[in-house]
């Protein structure tokens, strides 16, 4: 349906989406259990209302771009956006004001519990403790979505030619209703360990 992390539900669009984007945790592949990801550590405070990401150092999109964490904050917000139309946007509601601004009753995204304080650290507020919040952030919804690239092009971002993204996979050329060709993402933080040169989706 779309390669924006942002909008769809189904599985097939997850595992192509996984592929290119990373969030703040990843899926263990035994247990499924969140593990680090571009988040390198985080803490929660004391009653489980707060939680704070500290990301790797040196991440970079796939155009060589810097990846803060304030683009973090973007693309939940975004995804939370009434405009955008994400089906997923309720994944994000265990955040503090997220529901309220996805519903159009709170028009302000700044209530929404999410700060960047610096470019490496992302301070998340919970409405209430929310023990699984880290499965959340392993998923496609909430992966982090290049804003230059979509504010120069648009919706057309995600198209073969003006895609930018920032997981162990690049997408290097699609034939629609045919297949998706990806090649090893070199300016992947852990692209060391990933051991298929690429992948064909038919």
Do not use: C, K
């Given at each position: 349906?779309?390669?924006?992390?942002?909008?769809?539900?189904?599985?097939?669009?997850?595992?192509?989406?996984?592929?290119?984007?990373?969030?703040?945790?990843?899926?263990?592949?035994?247990?499924?259990?969140?593990?680090?990801?571009?988040?390198s550590r985080w803490e929660t405070s004391s009653d489980g209302r707060i939680y704070t990401f500290h990301l790797r150092?040196?991440?970079?999109?796939?155009?060589?771009?810097?990846?803060?964490?304030?683009?973090?904050?973007?693309?939940?917000?975004?995804?939370?956006?009434?405009?955008?139309?994400?089906?997923?946007?309720?994944?994000?509601?265990?955040?503090?004001?997220?529901?309220?601004?996805?519903?159009?009753?709170?028009?302000?995204?700044?209530?929404?519990?999410?700060?960047?304080?610096?470019?490496?650290?992302?301070?998340?507020?919970?409405?209430?403790?929310?023990?699984?919040?880290?499965?959340?952030?392993?998923?496609?919804?909430?992966?982090?979505?290049?804003?230059?690239?979509?504010?120069?092009?648009?919706?057309?971002?995600?198209?073969?030619?003006?895609?930018?993204?920032?997981?162990?996979?690049?997408?290097?050329?699609?034939?629609?209703?045919?297949?998706?060709?990806?090649?090893?993402?070199?300016?992947?933080w852990d692209a060391a360990h990933v051991r298929l040169d690429g992948v064909v989706a038919y």
């Amino acid at each position: 349906e779309t390669i924006d992390p942002a909008i769809p539900t189904g599985q097939v669009e997850a595992r192509v989406i996984l592929l290119l984007f990373e969030g703040l945790t990843a899926y263990d592949p035994q247990t499924l259990a969140p593990i680090p990801g571009l988040a390198s550590r985080w803490e929660t405070s004391s009653d489980g209302r707060i939680y704070t990401f500290h990301l790797r150092p040196g991440l970079v999109w796939s155009d060589g771009t810097a990846l803060r964490a304030a683009e973090f904050a973007y693309a939940w917000r975004r995804a939370l956006a009434p405009a955008t139309g994400s089906r997923s946007a309720a994944l994000l509601y265990a955040i503090h004001g997220a529901e309220a601004y996805n519903r159009g009753e709170s028009g302000d995204p700044s209530r929404v519990g999410i700060v960047a304080p610096d470019d490496s650290t992302l301070v998340v507020g919970l409405r209430e403790p929310t023990p699984y919040f880290t499965y959340l952030t392993s998923s496609p919804a909430f992966a982090p979505v290049p804003r230059h690239a979509i504010e120069r092009w648009g919706r057309a971002w995600t198209s073969q030619e003006h895609l930018v993204s920032n997981g162990p996979f690049r997408l290097v050329s699609e034939r629609h209703n045919e297949r998706m060709v990806f090649a090893r993402n070199p300016r992947y933080w852990d692209a060391a360990h990933v051991r298929l040169d690429g992948v064909v989706a038919y």
